[in-house]
């Protein structure tokens, strides 16, 4: 049973930058891509960014390009979402998925998903 865990949520002042870490155990990690997606109350959920299995191909949805970083680490089961220049419109629910399509943005190409880390930022 793959399982993806999410942590490093947290209020922060705009501006400022918090790092979400996911925790995938269940399977051989480097054999998924994986994807950060986030919800905000009373709207969908978005595409944040994908990152390939090697960790050599990303990409990043508008909104936030330039501002985070995905990056994983296969040795660690361990995927990575820097995010700096925190905006109030950041505020959602973070979730990390895995999936077998390079840099997927469809959240329905994706097959595993954690729970979830909230992430606030106030103005």
């Known amino acids: 049973q793959v399982q993806l865990v999410e942590s490093g949520g947290g209020l922060v002042q705009a501006g400022g930058s918090l790092r979400l870490s996911c925790v995938v155990s269940?399977?051989?990690?480097?054999?998924?891509?994986m994807g950060w997606f986030r919800q905000a109350p009373g709207k969908e959920r978005e595409f944040v960014a994908a990152i390939s299995r090697s960790g050599g191909s990303t990409k990043y949805a508008d909104s936030v390009k330039g501002r985070f970083t995905i990056s994983r680490d296969n040795a660690k089961n361990t995927g990575y979402l820097q995010m700096n220049s925190l905006k109030p419109e950041d505020t959602a629910v973070y979730y990390c998925?895995?999936?077998?399509?390079?840099?997927?943005?469809?959240?329905?190409?994706?097959?595993?998903w954690g729970q979830g880390t909230q992430v606030t930022v106030s103005s």
């Open positions: 998925a895995a999936d077998r399509t390079l840099l997927a943005t469809d959240l329905y190409e994706y097959d595993y």
């Open positions: 269940g399977h051989t990690f480097s054999g998924y891509g």
